[in-house]
Antibody
Framework: QVQLVESGGGVVQPGRSLRLSCAAS????????MHWVRQAPGKGLEWVAAISYDGSHKFYSDSVKGRFTISRDNSKTTLYLQMNSLTAADTAVFYC???????????????WGQGTLVTVSS | SVLTQPPSASGTPGQRVTISCSGGSSNIGSSAVNWYQQFPGTAPKLLIY???QRPSGVPDRFSGSKSGSSASLAISGLQSEDEADYYCAAWDASLNAKVFGGGTRLTVL
């Protein structure tokens, strides 16, 4: 069965960096686009970034563009999110999610990980 | 949020409830709508994709529809276990980004 396990969350000071990982199993990782979606405490869902199945195309929300970098290693079936210049507004649970489509008008998230909490605080 | 949902909805067991999602020509008007269900403390779950398609395992009590730049999620035969948060989402071609509605908390009275 599909499994997505996020890791790398924790408490980090403002201005510092953190790298999240999402270990995938149970499906052909290299055939799926992947996304990061976050949810601030008590708030709604916010899409963060997406990467195509082969890593050739990447998309970012305006709120993280220039600070976050999405990447993947298909040989390790792992998705990453490098987060730099973190602020309190980045405090959230970060989910990785699979997308069986080409990123765009048909995109949807069919499987989600359990999430990892990132807390940005001094 | 780019997509607009009512913050709350409610119904009694057995009732039919609809949740609306309003957007614009760059998102709902030109892209497929998805719906997600989320229980407190858990990850979201895909409920509807491509406007009105149900993944396997999702009861047919849940249905999606779209007209122009608006979409709706309908839940018929409401059950207590349907009490959750519901989010709509679509790709926005102008932003080149996935956008979500603010979410609707459904209460089963």
């Amino acid at each position: 069965q599909v499994q997505l396990v996020e890791s790398g969350g924790g408490v980090v000071q403002p201005g510092r960096s953190l790298r999240l990982s999402c270990a995938a199993s149970g499906f052909t990782f290299s055939s799926y686009a992947m996304h990061w979606v976050r949810q601030a405490p008590g708030k709604g869902l916010e899409w963060v970034a997406a990467i195509s199945y082969d890593g050739s195309h990447k998309f970012y929300s305006d709120s993280v563009k220039g600070r976050f970098t999405i990447s993947r290693d298909n040989s390790k079936t792992t998705l990453y999110l490098q987060m730099n210049s973190l602020t309190a507004a980045d405090t959230a649970v970060f989910y990785c999610a699979t997308d069986p489509t080409w990123i765009g008008g048909l995109t949807y998230f069919d499987y989600w990980g359990q999430g990892t909490l990132v807390t940005v605080s001094s | 949020s780019v997509l607009t949902q009512p913050p709350s909805a409610s119904g009694t067991p057995g009732q039919r409830v609809t949740i609306s999602c309003s957007g614009g020509s760059s998102n709902i008007g030109s892209s497929a709508v998805n719906w997600y269900q989320q229980f407190p403390g858990t990850a979201p779950k895909l409920l509807i994709y491509t406007d009105n398609q149900r993944p396997s395992g999702v009861p047919d009590r849940f249905s999606g529809s779209k007209s122009g730049s608006s979409a709706s999620l309908a839940i018929s035969g409401l059950q207590s276990e349907d009490e959750a948060d519901y989010y709509c989402a679509a790709w926005d071609a102008s932003l080149n980004a996935k956008v979500f509605g603010g979410g609707t908390r459904l209460t089963v009275l």
